[in-house]
């Protein structure tokens, strides 16, 4: 059975001034990827916005789950930045990079329903996430969708490795403490998960 055990979490993994400056870089993203309102592949809008770094982005809507090598404006996504790479070398590879890095906003009503991560060739290689801004409730399962879950609120700076059994657990964000954090002016909390896609 898979439990929170199996999860890697690094608490506090980044000080608060690396947070602040990975938000700046973010905001680099956003300028030349603009965060979109993705919709599901049965067409509900999902409350999260979206956006991608790197050679592919991850994408949803009619056309189903799928990563893609352009932005829905038409421009390839923009480069993933280093110091999003500087983690993911020390926690996960030093030799593969990873070719996707979703970020996910949430406002204040955002969540994210329980699912797991599996539009990627190779399950051998983990999933990294990267919490920033406002505390959120996250939510582990196990392979399938009615086993039982626990949760573990990932607060600003955390890092989560999904390698091994837990990279192809349910997982999901129950909510947010909208406000809590002071790092985004506005509130809300960005998650980056980082991928090997092919
Ligand atoms: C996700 O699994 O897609 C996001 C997880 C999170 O926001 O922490
Ligand atoms: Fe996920």
């Known amino acids: ?21 990975m938000v700046e870089d973010l905001r680099e993203v956003a300028r030349a990827a603009p965060f979109f309102a993705p919709l599901t592949p049965w067409g509900k809008p999902m409350s999260v916005r979206m956006t991608s770094a790197g050679r592919y982005g991850w994408i949803t809507g009619r056309g189903g789950y799928r990563y893609e090598p352009r932005h829905p404006d038409g421009q390839p996504w923009p480069p993933i930045p ?13 030799t593969r990079a990873p070719d996707c890095c979703l970020v996910n906003f949430y406002g204040e009503k955002a969540r994210m329903g329980l699912h797991r991560d599996a539009d990627e060739a190779d399950f051998g290689w983990p999933v990294l996430s990267i919490s920033l801004g406002d505390p959120g409730l996250f939510r582990v399962g196990g392979l399938e969708r009615g086993d039982p879950t626990a949760s573990v609120l990932l607060e600003s ?35 980056l998960t980082l991928r090997v896609v092919d």
């Open 82 to 94: 280093e110091a999003v790479l500087v983690v993911w070398r020390d926690l996960v590879s030093a």
């Open 1 to 21: 059975m898979i439990t929170l055990k199996d999860f890697e979490i690094h608490k506090a993994y980044l000080p608060p001034a690396a947070q602040a400056a």
């Open 157 to 191: 700076g955390d890092v989560v490795v999904m390698a091994g059994p837990a990279r192809r657990a349910y997982h999901g964000i129950d909510r947010i403490r909208f406000g809590a954090s002071r790092l985004l002016p506005g509130g809300g909390r960005i998650n």
